[in-house]
């Protein structure tokens, strides 16, 4: 059964960093793009980054470019989001998704997806 697992999030304060990872079982992660989504409190679900199977193509939202680093072990079949000088407009949950194609930003363009960890950004 494909599963994806995320874990890593958390309460940290404006500023600060978490790496969030994003864990496959189930089926071999390096046939997958992987996605991370988020969706805020009232807001739809938006991308924040894709990688490529091979993790050598990668795109972020504008909104996290310079601050998010997504990074992937296929040997692992995990990966990762990094996440440095978070704001408070990052609050969110999280999630990874998998497709078999391209990087998206259109979720419906994603069939697997994980259940989501809580990132907290605040004083």
């Known amino acids: 059964q494909l599963q994806l697992v995320e874990s890593g999030g958390g309460l940290v304060q404006p500023g600060g960093s978490l790496r969030l990872s994003c864990a496959a079982s189930?089926?071999?992660?390096?046939?997958?793009?992987i996605g991370w989504f988020r969706q805020a409190p009232g807001k739809e679900r938006e991308g924040v980054s894709c990688?490529?199977?091979?993790?050598?193509?990668?795109n972020y939202a504008d909104s996290v470019k310079g601050r998010f680093t997504i990074s992937r072990d296929n040997a692992r079949n995990t990966v990762y989001l990094q996440m440095n000088s978070l704001k408070p407009e990052d609050t969110a949950v999280y999630y990874c998704?998998?497709?078999?194609?391209?990087?998206?930003?259109?979720?419906?363009?994603?069939?697997?997806w994980g259940q989501g960890t809580q990132v907290t950004v605040s004083s």
């Open positions: 990688s490529s199977r091979s993790g050598g193509s990668t």
């Open positions: 189930g089926f071999t992660l390096d046939y997958y793009v």
């Open positions: 998704a998998a497709n078999l194609y391209y990087c998206s930003d259109y979720v419906h363009n994603y069939p697997y």
